[in-house]
């Protein structure tokens, strides 16, 4: 029998300059024996009004290979998404024109285009909350407070049609467990971020001749939820530590940023493709997660702490409180302030090398790997079965 998947995502499939849990799930939706399409669905922007009246220029389908096809739906200002009933017709037109399989499953990872929750018969509808949609990383002030509030509003509403609509819940941290809660009355799931274990721990290090040791790096989106000032006291705390921020840089002004690059010991090398991610952690003595006390943050199962771990190195976080309980001597530490994260940085170097510790890392990372948690997010979605295998996995974290 055969199954067309539906993700609902924000973005493009390869818009992101990163690899993020949704493309992980379609991979592992592309690999099973009963997949017949996968059928990506993401908004995009042209910035032209008319179209969006005009059902022939409403939607497009490229066809990234025989099983994977991304369906591009034309969404001014990403506000169409998150109204219900304006796109219901033409969902169901495009389900119709698309689908040839005799089961038809729709997986939310983003909470928009809810619409599509009635466009169709479905034989699950899924919601994976992976994100606190709709919080926001820099709070404005006067007028420019007013936009955000709306949108995030916006984003509520929408996120309680879609969880509302959807049997199976998951969430990647208990932060978003207990909110999928508060809107269902029903426990989420949780499932947290994972590894591509074998990738990580069995890389070769990568050359970075011009960057003497000690390196301390973080490999990700360098984005505004990022504490920039505090990587800035820690590079001027330490100037023999060089800093390295692998990843691309987000489009948007910040001086924070700026004068943190303007560092002699900082070293900004922009985005690497995903398969030399680990050579890059493998150069590093120590990994970062330095991110700001913020409400968003607070939901965040950060995708490197894995990654890190996987590739021997120690690793220091602090605002993100999803990882607290993973802390070990050696390991992983978690700081409550910016003296100790500094501290915590300076202290773990010491430690990279050791063979024990390594060892001790790459454990905690090896019970992470992404193949059990996505095999079972899979499992549950398609099983029949699913409501009394929850009672028994909720309790559970992955």
């Known amino acids: 029998m055969q199954i067309d998947h539906f993700v609902v995502a924000p973005s493009g499939i390869g818009d992101d300059a990163l ?21 990506w ?44 009933g304006m796109t219901l017709s033409i969902f169901k037109k495009i389900v119709k024109e698309v689908s040839e399989g005799e089961k038809r499953i729709l997986w939310f990872t983003y909470p928009g285009f809810s619409d599509l929750a009635a466009a169709a018969k479905w034989d699950r509808i899924v919601y994976d909350c992976s994100d606190s949609w709709g919080s926001t990383w820099v709070q404005p002030s006067g007028l420019k407070r007013v936009k955000p509030a709306i949108l995030k509003k916006m984003i509520q509403l929408s996120e309680r049609r879609v969880a ?85 840089v987000a489009k948007e002004k910040n001086e ?41 943050n607070q939901a965040v199962s950060p995708l490197k702490m894995f990654e890190y771990l996987a590739a021997g190195i120690p690793v220091v976080g602090i605002g993100v409180p999803t990882t607290e309980k993973y802390q070990q001597s050696g390991v992983y530490s978690y700081a409550k302030s910016d003296l100790e994260f500094i ?20 454990i905690v990372a090896k019970k992470q790997d992404w193949e059990e948690k996505l095999s079972l997010m899979v499992h549950l979605a398609k099983d029949p079965l699913y409501e009394e295998e929850f009672k028994l996995l909720n309790n559970l974290n992955y």
Not at 19 to 39: A, C, I, M, N, S
């Open 19 to 39: 690899k993020y849990r949704r493309h992980r799930l379609v991979e592992k939706l592309l690999q099973h024996p009963d997949t017949g399409k996968v059928f």
């Open 41 to 84: 669905i993401s908004p995009i922007e042209t910035g032209n009004k008319g179209e969006l009246l005009r059902k022939e220029k409403r939607w497009r389908r490229v066809d990234q290979s025989e099983k994977l096809v991304e369906l591009k739906i034309n969404d001014y200002k990403n506000i169409i998404n998150l109204q219900s």
């Open 164 to 248: 509302k609509s959807s049997v199976v819940r998951f969430a990647s941290s208990q932060f978003l467990g207990d909110k999928i809660e508060r809107i269902t009355g029903q426990p989420a799931v949780i499932i947290e971020n994972g590894v591509e274990y074998n990738d990580f721990a069995n890389a070769p290090i990568a050359e970075l001749k011009n960057i003497p040791s000690p390196r301390l790096g973080f490999i990700g989106g360098i984005k505004s939820k990022l504490d920039f000032e505090l990587l800035y006291k820690l590079a001027i705390t330490a100037p023999s530590v060089q800093l390295i921020l692998v990843g691309p």
């Open 256 to 296: 924070s940023l700026d004068k943190l690059l303007a560092l002699k010991n900082v070293h900004s090398l922009g985005g690497v493709k995903y398969e030399n991610v680990p050579r890059y952690m493998k150069a590093m003595d120590v990994g970062v997660l330095p991110y700001k006390k913020i409400e968003y």
């Open 343 to 362: 501290s915590e940085c300076l202290k773990s170097i010491k430690f990279r090398n050791s063979d024990s510790l390594i060892q001790e890392r790459q």
